[in-house]
């Protein structure tokens, strides 16, 4: 064989090596292929097929565990109308019906939809304080909620899972709300405090947002000014599907977890007839009372305003029939539909009044008189708490929080700026005793601040240490004395509470305590003392004060913290109508006496004040508010004094209220 024959049969060798090798590989890139083809086919076939899912094969499917993607599978929409409704048309097919209806571009004309921008929200209500939920995805669990001032929000809201979802009763925010003519009539509709205006909430975010599976107490009117909001909403008879009954504290919330639900767990869920409605910016929706809905708002900034409402003229018929909070949810969809079933024409229950001839803004109707409401949005607990007895009863009140004098030995030079400073800032009730020895400086403050003497509560105490060496024969006197004394030396016209102090000295020395209550009840007849109260007190000197006074216990002052105090004397108070003042709430006592702190430092108080973006210590103050407790507060730091006065801001959900009265069980 020559040299050019066996190269030829090499290289031709090598042609079959080549593709013996590549075949394995083409195979299997023909494999990848044809699978890849078969995958996509099937996938066209099922998206085909998912598009033409009902709502109930979507949700049966298990595919979805959210809600909002459920949205696009309801196929049944809320009425939709052009503008607004003509009043006939509204009261006779809606309101009278209780039918919901989507009214397309009916707030254009507003002055919030044109007008407010971050930047001008903030130029003209940056210190107007709002509710803020510090999540977006609501659940079954509690929101954390707390005030904030709106610029504080605003510069930040954008990075943040907050949502702004809060009343507010300020006048000049109440100007970018138009109210239609179908509503301004008057005796017809009425807010839940049974007043002729309505109850107006405001809501911003950054979108993505997610409300509970919820029904509302009143009637509502939604309007979008930015961004769109996705509703579904569903007929009250659809409620017994959606479980209402089994979240016994809060009725109107069903217990689906709309952002994780499980089917099998809720199948109720799947059979609801829902119906869809996408209200864009300027539009704006009416929801009636008892109809169950679910809102999802798209990423983007959202803000709206609802106007919350009750059928004044109907009201009356409604409880007629034995409706209330306590009524099961079965018994009251069926006497509800009755109700409207049966409701006369609304104007002939009460007049309407004519139809002003343009749209007016919602403060003509909530403040006809212009008058500026409080710049604060919602009220959590009382801001004022009443006192039993005394010269004017019911009608004394002692503010939610006390200014406390007692200081370390040394420090009584600055009594009179600190408790001038603290009155100045917004403290209201201040708290002295003899003991403290600084009553002259304080009644200097008071005298020297900011309000009239009426406006201040003064706490004053007398120490029974002081009166006890007199003897049986002198206790009168001497008392008579004391308090004549602090009279003189705080220099203020009255005493607004007067307590004797260390009251647990007298457990056994009570026949001494009857003397010193009685003469402390002479001052009160001779109005230079208007109520009276035990500090450090015991359950014994309560009752035995009880046994025998006139005028009655008003308030007692007692150490109250998470981890201390005297759960019989808290609870009698509360049960009695006992103002309880609370000292020692942040633990300060310990670094008296060169101690650590364990109140204040608890990991647990440490990761609320995180969570709820606030402080440890007005964590501990709003505790013991929600608790019923006047927290008293020493700070002689202005920066504290500001903050402390704040600690309403927020309002612990019941869980961490839960959480913090477990500490009881860890005593220091």
């Known amino acids: ?55 109930r094969e979507a949700c049966l499917s298990g595919r979805y565990t959210n809600l909002k993607d459920l949205h696009r599978f309801v196929t049944q929409h809320i009425p939709i109308v052009q503008g607004e409704l003509s009043r006939d048309a509204f009261l006779e097919n809606h309101l009278m019906k209780e039918r919901p209806v989507l009214m397309k571009g009916a707030a254009l004309h507003w002055k919030s939809y044109k007008l407010w921008s971050d930047n001008y929200l903030n130029q003209q209500f940056h210190d107007v304080k709002f509710y803020i939920d510090l999540r977006k995805h609501h659940s079954t669990d509690f929101a954390v909620r707390r005030k904030m001032k709106l610029t504080q929000f605003l510069m930040q809201y954008r990075s943040k899972d907050w949502y702004l979802d809060s009343m507010t009763m300020d006048t000049a925010f109440m100007d970018g709300t138009n109210v239609p003519g179908y509503m301004n009539m008057s005796g017809l509709f009425s807010t839940a405090e049974g ?83 996408v209200v864009e910016a300027g539009d704006t929706l009416y929801v009636p009372f008892l109809h169950s809905h679910h809102v999802y708002s798209p990423p983007g900034r959202n803000m709206a305003l609802g106007m919350w409402f009750t059928l004044g003229a109907y009201d009356a018929l409604l409880d007629a029939t034995g409706f209330d909070d306590s009524t099961v ?50 009220v959590p607990p009382p801001a004022w708490y009443p006192l039993n007895g005394g010269d004017q009863g019911e009608k004394r009140r002692i503010g939610p929080i006390a200014y406390g004098t007692g200081v370390p030995e040394g420090s009584i030079s600055h009594v009179y700026l600190n408790t001038k400073e603290a009155l100045n800032r917004g403290f209201k009730v201040v708290d002295t005793a003899t003991m403290y020895g600084n009553e002259l ?128 004397v808290y609870k009698y108070c509360m049960e009695n109508r006992i103002v309880y003042l609370g000292f020692g709430i942040t633990g300060d006592f310990h670094a008296v006496y060169g101690q650590p702190n364990p109140i204040l430092n608890h990991p647990l108080i440490r990761s609320l004040s995180e969570l709820y973006v606030t402080s440890q210590q007005l964590i501990l103050y709003n505790w013991a508010a929600q608790m019923g407790v006047i927290p008293i507060s020493r700070t002689t730091s202005i920066s504290h004094m500001k903050e402390n006065l704040e600690f309403r801001d927020i309002f612990l959900n019941p869980t961490h209220l839960e959480q913090i009265n477990g500490l009881l069980a860890i005593r220091t």
């Open 329 to 378: 949810t079965s018994d009251m969809i069926k006497i509800f539909k009755d109700h409207v079933a049966a409701r006369p024409p609304p104007c002939e229950v009460t007049s309407c009044a004519p139809l002003p001839s343009h749209h007016t803004s919602l403060r003509t109707l909530v403040a006809p008189g212009n008058e500026q409401f409080s710049r604060d949005s919602d």
């Open 441 to 568: 400086e304080v009644g200097q403050a008071v005298r020297d601040s900011r309000w009239s003497r009426g406006a201040v509560f003064v706490i004053d105490k007398i120490l029974a240490d002081d009166i006890i060496p007199a003897g049986p024969g002198g206790i009168a006197d001497k008392t008579r004395s004391i308090i004549k004394g602090c009279l003189e030396r705080l220099n203020v016209g009255y005493i607004d509470l007067l307590m004797i102090h260390d009251t647990f000295e007298l457990t056994d020395l009570l026949p001494f305590l009857t003397v010193i209550w009685k003469v402390m009840e002479e001052f009160v007849k001779e109005g230079v003392v208007h109520s009276l109260g035990l500090s450090h007190a015991e359950m014994i000197t309560i009752k035995h004060v009880e046994s025998f006074a006139t005028i009655p216990v008003s308030a007692v002052q007692n150490l109250f913290n998470p981890t201390e105090y005297d759960e019989a």
């Open 1 to 55: 064989m020559s040299d050019e024959e066996k190269i030829k049969k090499k290289k031709k060798l090598s042609r079959s090596d080549v593709f013996a090798f590549l075949f394995p590989f083409l195979t299997a890139v023909f494999s990848v292929l044809i699978g890849y083809y078969t995958v996509s086919r099937n996938l066209k076939q099922f998206k085909s097929d998912e598009a033409n899912w009902t709502y």
């Open 195 to 277: 007043t002729d205006h309505f109850y107006h909430n405001f809501y911003l975010s950054s979108g993505n947002t997610s409300s509970p599976l919820h029904y509302d107490g009143y009637a509502n009117f939604l309007t979008v000014l930015d961004g769109r909001k996705e509703w579904i909403i569903a007929e009250p008879e659809e409620i017994l599907k959606l479980q209402y009954d089994e979240f016994l504290d809060h009725s109107n919330l069903s217990p689906i977890n709309v952002t994780n639900f499980n089917v099998t767990n809720h199948p109720g869920l799947c059979d609801v007839r829902w119906k869809r409605a």
